[in-house]
Structure formats: C-alpha cells, structure tokens
C-alpha cells in the first residue's frame, strides 16, 4: 500500500478536463516536489509533469500540475482518447528514505 | 538521443539471484548530471522505486529491499546492472532503467526510460 493516494480511476467525454488527485503528508509531498507519470497501455511510464508544475520540452500545456499542502493534482484539458493511460504521482518520502509512487489513476475517455 | 535498453534471464527460480543491465547508449553514463536508477513493477500493479547509482558507484536503495539488492555501475562498457538475491515470486516484474538529474534527494524526478524486461520468478 502507497504512501501517496490515488484514486483509482477517472473518467471523462472527450474534450473535457480531469483532474486527477495525489494525496500524502509531511514526510512526502508538503516538503519535497512532486511529479507525475503517463504509462499508456503496454508500455514505459514516460515524464509529463516535474517540480510540481513544470512540464518537460514535448509535453503539451494541456497537461498541468499544482501542489498545496499535502496534495498535489494534475490536470488534463481537451480530454483525447490518445490520454487513456494509468498516471502516477511520485516524490521522495523522507520518513522512508525512498522515492515513492502512488498507485496510480486510470483514465478513461467515454 | 540517448537511450537505454534493459536485459534480463526473463525467467529466475525462487532462492536464486535475479541479474538485470541497463544499456545506456547516445551519450555517456559517466554524465556528472545524471543518476542512474532502476524501478520496478509487478504485473497489474504500480511502481516501486529500487535504487539508483552515480557514475562514481554512490548508490541509494530502497529499504524495502532488505539488502538484497545491489547496484553497480560499468563506465567502460556505459552500462550499469541490477543483481537481487533469494529472490521470491514477489519480485516478479517488469523492471525499468531510468535516468534521473542530480539534485537533492527531495527534487528526485525519472526523465528517461527504458522499455522495461519482464523478469518471472518461477521454478
């Protein structure tokens, strides 16, 4: 069981925007920065969101980060079918000396 | 473009030693800006950081492990290697490659993944 909470899976009409939430505490996401991963089906989870809020070259601005406290949340606008894909949260836990994940939240597009 | 590729048994019998190597080609593992790290995942499931090297062979593992893991690093050959063992029908995964930017341990993040080997742990 993670550290960092997920929900297990969200779902939106295409065009739409989800936001998809990471929940933790003081040892994880209120002190360290946070980041956020894409695994479309069958494949390597690939880096959308660093620091936070800043998005490697490549990722396109429909996808953005927030943290505030213990929480962080990535947000996805103009919902396409090509986003179906498991997202991860991630940080480092300073009370487990590791880099942890959370479970990670399905994406569905209706 | 840099890349990295994974290479593994693809099958380990339980009690014995799982060795994974992470390629690394289209640049150099001896980049002072880069750590090296390896990340799992069980089938169905989420993903666990295991640990990461510099060029210099500093490593980080996660305790999770309980010191069956070792990390090490080969500059000559630009590649670096997962060993893990006793290993158990819990450490079948897909094990990943990445490449991480030095920073502090609190600003950790993955930039650069391989495609991931499925390692089965059966006899």
């Known amino acids: 069981q993670s550290v960092l909470t997920q929900p297990p899976s969200v779902s939106a009409a295409p065009g739409q925007r989800v936001t998809l939430s990471c929940s933790g505490n003081s040892s994880n996401i209120a002190n360290n920065f946070v980041s956020w991963y894409q695994q479309l089906p069958g494949t390597a989870p690939k880096l959308l969101i660093y620091?936070?809020?800043r998005r490697p070259s490549g990722i396109p601005d429909r996808f953005s980060g927030s943290k505030s406290g213990t929480s962080a949340t990535l947000g996805i606008t103009g919902l396409q079918t090509g986003d179906e894909a498991d997202y991860y949260c991630?940080?480092?836990?300073?009370?487990?000396?590791?880099?942890?994940f959370g479970a990670g939240t399905k994406v569905t597009v209706l | 473009q840099l890349q990295l590729q994974e290479s593994g048994p693809g099958r380990v019998k339980p009690s014995e030693t799982l060795s994974l190597m992470c390629s690394v080609s289209g640049g150099s593992i001896s980049s002072s800006g880069y750590y090296w790290g390896w990340i799992r995942q069980p089938p169905g499931k989420g993903l666990e950081w295991v640990g990461t090297i510099y060029h210099s062979g500093s490593t980080y593992y996660n305790l999770s492990l309980k010191s069956r893991g070792t990390i090490f690093v080969d500059t000559s050959k630009n590649q670096f290697s997962l060993k893990i063992k006793s290993v158990t029908a819990a450490d079948t995964a897909v094990y990943y490659c990445?490449?991480?930017?030095?920073?502090?341990?609190?600003?950790?993040?993955?930039?650069?993944w391989g495609r991931g080997t499925l390692v089965t742990v059966s006899s």
């Open positions: 620091d936070n809020d």
């Open positions: 990445a490449r991480h930017p030095v920073r502090a341990l609190t600003d950790w993040y993955f930039d650069l």
């Open positions: 991630g940080t480092w836990d300073s009370s487990l000396s590791a880099y942890v």
